[in-house]
């Protein structure tokens, strides 16, 4: 199952979504492992230019360039970029069933309840 992630940044409902290649794709363009990406916290403009085109399965990264430019000058923050993404990241599986199931929740609320919510309401 692909999880994805609502991307509205471009003014498009759009959806992020990472597969196992396309994680592997990104930690060669980044020269480092989604793991380092997540902890250091690097997920600033070149990581965007970098997932973007994987996560929307559009391998034409010049597009993107003048997307986030605009977006930046219309006062958007690169933080709202990078949340869906490293957010998509996290959904994908590879760090592990917590992080998917934090990253889902966050996007998903109604969907995605916490089991202590459900264990209330059955109580």
Do not use: W
Request: proline share 4%.
């Amino acid at each position: 199952m692909k999880n994805k992630i609502p991307f509205e940044a471009f003014g498009e409902k759009q959806e992020v979504c990472f597969t196992i290649t396309g994680i592997a794709e990104l930690e060669r363009t980044m020269g480092k492992s989604v793991q380092q990406i997540i902890s250091s916290g690097d997920a600033g403009v070149s990581f965007c230019l970098a997932a973007l085109p994987i996560a929307l399965k559009r391998l034409n990264p010049h597009i993107y360039l003048n997307k986030i430019e605009t977006f930046l000058e219309n006062g958007g923050d690169i933080n709202e970029l990078a949340a869906p993404l490293v957010a998509a990241i996290a959904a994908s599986g590879v760090l592990g069933q917590t992080y998917v199931k934090n990253a889902m929740a966050m996007y998903y609320p109604d969907l995605y309840k916490e089991e202590s919510d459900e264990e209330t309401k059955n109580a």
